[in-house]
């Protein structure tokens, strides 16, 4: 099992983002309708907002994070594309969070956030799959054309 911890930077100020379903981080930030965006100054929340995301593809989504000087993203599943995008804007990724938000913001604060437990297969490697050629012969719309 393979169990990824985060402890949150030692920075006066800092702006997270979490994509939101109901009352939790969002099983898949490239689905979440809303996201929720709070400001953690000295280990306390001092302001907190809501944002919708519908309708937004994930360049956009990366534009709104960039436009509210979000520093960190905390999410539960990402595209590889996403993530990516994301990253290259300067934005650091903690993904695989799961629970209630408020648990998880209280855990990030505290420096005892962890990820999702991973089961790990050592008969396997693991593979990361972004950039994987997709398709594998199977005819698309266009190609059967």
């Known amino acids: ?29 490239d689905f979440a309708a809303k996201l929720l965006v ?34 960190i993203m905390l999410c539960g599943g990402i595209s590889c594309f996403a993530e990516r995008y994301i990253k290259a804007h300067g934005i650091e990724v903690v993904p695989l969070v799961q629970g209630e938000v408020e648990e998880i913001l209280t855990l990030f604060i505290n420096g005892n956030l962890s990820s999702a437990i991973i089961p790990i297969i050592p008969e396997r490697p693991i593979r990361n799959n972004c950039g994987r050629k997709r398709g594998g012969g199977r005819k698309t719309f266009l190609s059967e054309q």
């Open 1 to 29: 099992m393979l169990i990824l911890c985060y402890v949150m930077p030692r920075e006066e100020r800092v702006k997270v983002a979490i994509p939101l379903f109901k009352s939790r981080v969002s099983p898949r930030f």
């Open 38 to 71: 709070v400001t953690i100054t000295d280990r306390k929340i001092t302001d907190r907002q809501e944002f919708s995301l519908a309708n937004l593809n994930p360049i956009k989504r990366t534009s709104l994070l960039c436009k509210l000087r979000v520093q």
